[in-house]
């Protein structure tokens, strides 16, 4: 029980810390899972308080969206929105290069096109999700379109993996968008993440990937009480 508290508390502390990333009169693209529900929980508050005005939002998935209406933070589409300042997220897996696994969430179509359409993307983690190598402790999220989805089955273990169809109470799992999601698990993580985002943008079918590769400006990391923040430049500031 300790863990998962730890966990909880690192989630809330790296959650409300990205607060400090949003300005009055932003939009802001918004993520979806458990981290980022703390996320905007802080948000609903500043807006409350007054401490923050003129904030927009770009929900990524139908989960987020509800949340924030609960929240009372005003949200636009996407191509309403234009253009977004910043884009706040979670992620499964982050690597040294911070480079990501997402999508267990079920969202990873949206978010990536909303991390897109950002001028910059912060994730906000527990130390849980550091991994040496992509695909070490998670599988890896893949959308697909539900019509002929088995016949992808060969193709991904060509490429080193266990594929499994995503299920909620023995059937499959819809995506907001209306599609299938397999989860790809490898046995010794991804060995060439570039190589298999490539090969999985090529295959006819398959919509989108979990691999979020060079797009992550900073990670929040909610660590020991107090958070740690990580850019792509190699800085701690």
């Not at 693209?29 to 770009?58: C, K, M, N, P, Y």
């Not at 992509?134 to 989805?149: D, I, Q, S």
């Not at 499959?172 to 698990?185: A, E, H, K, Q, R």
């Amino acid at each position: 029980m300790a863990v998962v508290e730890g966990t909880e508390s690192a989630k809330e502390l790296a959650g409300r810390h990205a607060l400090n990333e949003v300005r009055s009169g932003m939009t802001l693209g918004l993520g979806t899972g458990s981290t980022v529900r703390w996320f905007l929980e802080a948000l609903g508050e500043a807006l409350r308080e007054d401490r923050l005005r003129d904030i927009r939002g770009v929900p990524t998935s139908v989960e987020t969206e509800e949340r924030c209406r609960q929240l009372r933070i005003p949200l636009v589409t996407l191509p309403e929105a234009g253009r977004i300042d910043v884009a706040v997220d979670g992620a499964d897996e982050v690597d040294p290069s911070l480079d990501l696994v997402k999508g267990l969430g079920g969202a990873l179509l949206r978010e990536k096109m909303v991390v897109q359409a950002a001028e910059r993307f912060v994730v906000i983690v527990d130390p849980g999700k550091l991994v040496r190598g992509l695909g070490r402790k998670a599988p890896l999220p893949v959308e697909v379109v539900p019509f002929g989805w088995e016949a992808h089955l060969r193709f991904f273990r060509g490429l080193g993996s266990e594929p499994e169809l995503r299920r909620v109470a023995g059937e499959p799992f819809v995506s907001d968008n209306g599609n299938y999601i397999v989860d790809l698990s490898f046995s010794n993580g991804i060995p060439d993440p570039e190589a298999l985002d490539r090969a999985l943008a090529h295959r006819a079918g398959v919509v989108e990937s979990g691999l979020f590769l060079g797009v992550a400006d900073r990670i929040i990391l909610g660590e020991a009480g107090k958070p740690k923040v990580l850019d792509r430049t190699g800085r701690t500031p």
